[in-house]
C-alpha cells in the first residue's frame, strides 16, 4: 500500500500553482496515458490565444494542445500533420488547415493561435510568422466544464488517447488569454521579450497535473 501510495505521488503533480519559468515539460517517449493536465478557473471564452514553444523530431502527426468540453472533444485543438509543412487547427469540432509554414524538426519553434467568435477568424503564428487568416466558426463560445490536454489529443472528454497521436519532445512558455493578441504582442512573444502572461493559462504561475512518464527538466534556452 506504501508502494503504490508512493508511485501515485510520483505520477501526479497535484494542482498547484507552480512558477515553470527556466523549465520545460519532457514528453520521453510515444504512449496512451502519459500527458500533462492543465487547470483554469475560466469557462467561457467568447475569444482565445494560445501561444507555446516545442521542439520534436516526430514526423508522423500529434497533438499540441488539446482543449475539450464535454459535448465537443475538439473545442481547440492545436494538431502538427504529418505532411512537414501544415497545422491542423480545430474550434467547436471545426477544422481547418494551414499550409506553407516554414516548420524543421529538431528546432525549437514558437506558436501562437488566436480565434474570436465573433469574426470566427482563426490565425496561426509561426515563430513570428502569420499564417492566412481563415474562417471556422463562429457565433458560438467555448462554455465548460473545460479539460486541456498537453501530450495527448482527446478523443473524450479527458481521455481515449491514441498511442500515435501522442507528442514526444519537449515543451515550454505555454500561456492562454482569453481575448486575441495583437501582432506586435505575439512577436514580443515569439522573441522571449517581454509580455503580458497569460490570464487563463499562465507559465509563471501554471495549475497542473502530470500523469505518466513526463518529466519537467531545465529549459536549455533559458541559460
Given amino acids: 500500500m506504501v508502494l503504490l501510495l508512493l508511485l501515485a505521488v510520483l505520477t501526479a503533480c497535484s494542482a498547484i500553482p507552480q512558477d515553470l519559468s527556466n523549465k520545460m515539460f519532457t514528453f520521453p517517449q510515444e504512449s496512451n496515458t502519459a500527458h500533462v493536465r492543465l487547470t483554469t478557473s475560466r469557462q467561457n471564452l467568447r475569444a482565445v490565444t494560445v501561444c507555446l514553444r516545442s521542439f520534436t523530431d516526430l514526423e508522423r502527426g500529434h497533438s499540441l494542445f488539446s482543449l475539450a468540453t464535454p ?15 501544415q497545422f491542423s487547427l480545430y474550434i467547436r469540432d471545426a477544422f481547418a488547415s494551414v499550409r506553407g509554414q516554414d516548420y524543421k524538426l ?40 473545460i479539460i486541456i490536454v498537453l501530450g495527448q489529443d482527446q478523443d473524450s472528454h479527458g481521455g481515449t488517447f491514441v498511442r500515435g497521436e501522442s507528442f514526444v519532445g519537449m515543451m515550454s512558455g505555454v500561456h492562454m488569454w482569453d481575448y486575441t493578441l495583437t501582432p506586435c504582442e505575439i512577436k514580443s512573444y515569439s522573441e522571449q521579450l ?26 536549455p534556452n533559458m541559460c
Wanted: charged share 15%.
Fill in 71 to 85: 459535448s465537443v472533444f475538439n473545442d481547440l485543438m492545436i494538431f502538427k500533420t504529418a505532411v512537414i509543412d
Fill in 106 to 145: 529538431n528546432t525549437w519553434h514558437s506558436l501562437c493561435v488566436t480565434w474570436d467568435a465573433t469574426s470566427g477568424l482563426i490565425q496561426l503564428w509561426l515563430d513570428g510568422k502569420h499564417s492566412s487568416r481563415k474562417f471556422i466558426s463562429s457565433g458560438s463560445n467555448i462554455n465548460g466544464p
Fill in 194 to 219: 517581454a509580455f503580458t502572461p497569460g490570464n487563463v493559462l499562465n507559465w509563471g504561475a501554471l495549475e497542473f497535473q502530470i500523469i505518466g512518464r513526463v518529466l519537467i527538466e531545465d529549459d
